[in-house]
């Protein structure tokens, strides 16, 4: 009995060290997995309703150069790199089935998403381009990994074009009542969802600066007729990432 003690007693201490090994080379292996799937988010997604200049502005960034775009059915997908890190700028197809398709396949790995509107056709477009902003802002994925979002306010070289806060203004007034609509639609009687289709207090006006996500505004052209371009908005919340 006597000589038994100090093996238990080691034993003891061994069965310690090897839990306080074992708990840090979880810990380790966790942190990597966690590290390594954030790090695999390095898409940005050009998205927003057909016409509204994503594939322009697309080759603008990655051409640095005018193309004649044609009504895409395929994503044009290519390497950008910022100081810290390399991005994958993807350009989704507008057309309402292949945007959600797309959408679909690439918002797991999307770090941040560029919204693009026509600002010049904006106040006759306002219905689908809110509805299908809505329907990203209320994505569960989207809403657990909280990708940045740029409104990119495009056209900017028309002359009537609307402004970004006006632009803003634009898509909060109709986001105010398409959330109602949208969370009375649903069936679901999860009263989570519901929480989550109403994007904020429904009490109050909607207001962008409620969302979880970080959203940016910016103003851009694509083209103008006097051949110049400004995508610098664009290129800054890049860099800013
Ligand atoms: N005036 C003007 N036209 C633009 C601008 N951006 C794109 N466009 C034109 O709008 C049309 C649709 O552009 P595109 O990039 O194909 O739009 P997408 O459907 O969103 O990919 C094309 O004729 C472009 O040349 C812009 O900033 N100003
Ligand atoms: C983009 O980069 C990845 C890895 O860094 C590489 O595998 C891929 O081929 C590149 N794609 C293009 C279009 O250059
Ligand atoms: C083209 O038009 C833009 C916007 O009106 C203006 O800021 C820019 O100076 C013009 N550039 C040239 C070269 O005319
Ligand atoms: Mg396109």
Redesign the pocket.
């Given at each position: 009995m006597a000589d038994k003690v100090p093996v238990e007693l080691g034993g003891t201490d061994f069965t310690q060290v090897f839990i306080a090994i074992f708990i840090i080379v979880i810990t380790l292996v966790l942190f990597a997995i966690y590290k390594k799937r954030k790090s695999s988010r390095q898409g940005i997604l050009l998205t927003g309703i057909c016409d509204s200049g994503k594939t322009l502005i697309f080759s603008q960034l990655i051409h640095n150069k005018h193309i004649q775009t044609h009504t895409s059915i395929k994503e044009n997908v290519a390497n950008f790199s910022n100081e810290k890190e390399n991005l994958r700028i993807i350009d989704i197809p507008g057309h309402e089935r292949l945007r959600d398709k797309f959408f679909e396949q690439y918002k797991d790995i999307t770090k941040g998403i560029i919204y693009v509107v026509d600002s010049n056709t904006i106040t006759q477009d306002v219905r689908d381009a809110a509805e299908f902003l809505y329907n990203i802002l209320v994505d569960p994925i989207i809403l657990k990994n909280k990708p940045n979002l740029l409104i990119l306010c495009n056209k900017q070289?028309y002359t009537f074009s609307k402004g970004g806060s006006a632009v803003k203004a634009i898509f909060e007034k109709e986001l105010n009542t398409l959330r109602v609509t949208k969370s009375n639609q649903l069936e679901s009687v999860d009263a989570k969802a519901k929480k989550a289709a109403l994007l904020g207090n429904p009490e109050e006006d909607f207001d962008f600066a409620t969302l979880p996500l970080k959203i940016d505004i910016a103003e851009s052209?694509a083209y103008?007729k006097?051949?110049?371009v400004?995508i610098e908005g664009v290129k800054k919340w890049l860099a800013r990432l």
């Open positions: 070289d052209y103008h006097n051949g110049t400004d």
